[in-house]
């Protein structure tokens, strides 16, 4: 059945208002109001158009009005960037989560772990002392060299982002050699310290034409000249640490400044098998996610919590000992941080509450300083939900594997025990890669919150850049070799303004 419309006559249009300024060629008209503008037909008077008509001659203009829009939203909000993600959080296998960086021209590949506690991208320098040689990761060690990078340059004192580096108080002026120079300690006791260099970084990003494709930025990282403590052992050693704190040296705060890159990245950690994941900066968009908002003026990611369920009952913990004030370190999300650690006023309710949901079921005893288990079961169901309430009514909802880990077996029972630690004397409540796997994580830092949602990290995510000009949707995840990002987007703004347009013809039709 094919439909028709009768052109009827021309549309007036009334524009009320104060002036108008209407572009007609060269020409400019200005006129007063209110003003009465004539809108002349493409087709004749009392022409018979066909509904199919009316599309192909909307279709001619739809390719340009998207193509502008593309390279609108491109240019105001960058494009989303894709990294490979490596590592699982176990930490009888690997125990961190890391990713691949491409620094320098010509390129050269380093492997660095994905750390939300720190913020400065730094990969061993050449001549470094006390930097492994190999890894246990069976990953290749790279050491940088700035002389061999035709786009290398060293920070001096007197450049801005040096300052930037102070404001962390890690880093400071070397007078003697007028370079910037850096000295980071980790919650573990390890260090590194290093100068600071601004190099090219090549990323993986996705454009508006759904193709993949290679983009390179300017960055400031750090070239580690010496390391302490556990970066010195090579069963776990990487080439550096990406650090994706909010700082103004951070990566993320870098290419965001540039208009790269969105200001907000997402990760979602496989949390068995053979681990890997998903890391892009952008928002993952998923319908059950939940946020809460930043606490401001924090030097990591600081979040209000408010208290802990467990089986749906809150524990009896004073708010107060997860704040920020005072000597208190609050409650921060860190992804360089393999285990998960509790204030010690919350940890032994916490454990109590766990012991005692159970102790009908299992066999508790104290294995290494850890409250552990022997269960019949291979499988931790029998262990309660727990529940981790934040401000802003966001809830982290932890399955039993992700507050668990289990051990060697006795006497064919298998052992099972409490992944969080306690912390002594600090006020402190970390949340690392145990609680953080299987889940999207989202640091919107431009909104200042944090959202998650429990997920499946071997599938697909769609991922947005936003701003106050819009949002373009993408789908990431672990792609092999051929598989492209595609856009999914666009094809929607298709279908609905083709709708729109034909549903406005038909009211002109008959007005």
Request: glycine share 10%; aromatic share 8%.
């Amino acid at each position: 059945m094919q439909a028709y419309f009768l052109a009827g006559n021309p549309v007036i249009l009334i524009i009320t208002g104060a002036i108008v300024a209407v572009l007609l060629q060269t020409a400019f008209v200005v006129c007063g109001f209110p003003t009465i503008l004539t809108l002349e037909r493409g087709f004749a008077v009392n022409h018979v158009v066909e509904l199919s008509e009316l599309k192909d001659r909307d279709s001619v203009r739809h390719p340009r009005i998207l193509q502008q829009q593309q390279q609108q939203q491109q240019a105001s909000v960058g494009s989303v960037v894709d990294f490979p993600v490596q590592g699982t959080y176990d930490p009888f296998r690997v125990g961190l989560y890391f990713t691949r960086v491409q620094l320098g021209s010509p390129p050269k590949e380093y492997f660095v772990q994905i750390d939300t506690g720190s913020d400065v991208l730094w990969v061993s320098c050449a001549s470094c002392e006390g930097c492994p040689r190999s890894s246990g990761l069976q990953i290749p060690i790279q050491f940088y060299d700035p002389s061999s990078s035709s786009t290398a340059s060293l920070i001096r004192c007197s450049d801005q982002r040096c300052s930037l580096g102070s404001q962390s108080l890690d880093s400071s002026c070397s007078k003697s050699n007028d370079q910037c120079i850096y000295t980071f300690q980790y919650g573990d006791g390890s260090g590194t310290s290093g100068f600071y260099v601004s190099d090219q970084i090549q990323l993986d990003t996705i454009v508006g034409d759904s193709t993949s494709s290679n983009a390179s930025a300017s960055v400031v990282f750090g070239c580690s000249m010496s390391q302490t403590g556990d970066l010195t052992k090579s069963d776990r050693a990487v080439d550096g640490i990406f650090g994706f704190g909010q700082q103004g040296l951070s990566v993320i705060a870098q290419l965001s400044s540039q208009g790269v890159a969105p200001d907000a990245f997402s990760h979602c950690l496989v949390g068995n098998g053979a681990g890997g994941g998903i890391l892009v900066l952008g928002q993952i968009i998923e319908p059950s996610m939940v946020y809460t908002p930043l606490i401001p003026s924090q030097p990591h990611y600081n979040l209000n919590l408010l208290s802990i369920s467990v089986n749906g009952r809150t524990l009896s913990i004073d708010p107060s000992m997860f704040g920020t004030s005072g000597s208190r370190g609050g409650t921060i999300i860190d992804s360089g941080t393999t285990l998960a650690y509790l204030a010690e006023e919350a940890y032994d309710p916490f454990v109590d509450a766990i012991t005692l949901s159970v102790s009908q079921s299992v066999r508790p005893l104290v294995s290494k300083d850890s409250q552990c288990y022997l269960v019949a079961s291979s499988t931790p169901d029998i262990f309660p939900t727990v529940s981790l309430n934040f401000a802003g009514g966001a809830s982290m909802i932890l399955r039993p594997q992700d507050y668990l880990l289990q051990q060697n077996s006795v006497g064919g029972a298998a052992l099972w025990c409490i992944g969080f630690q306690k912390i002594r004397g600090q006020g402190i409540t970390i949340l690392g890669d145990l609680v953080l796997k299987d889940k999207i994580v989202v640091y919107d830092l431009g909104g200042q919150r944090i959202g998650w949602a429990n997920y499946d990290c071997t599938s697909s995510v769609n991922v947005s850049t936003s701003s106050s000009g819009g949002r373009s949707e993408y789908v990431a995840g672990q792609f092999n070799d051929s598989t492209s990002l595609q856009d999914t987007r666009y094809s929607l703004i298709l279908t609905v303004f083709v709708a729109f347009v034909l549903q406005l013809s038909v009211i002109v039709a008959f007005s």
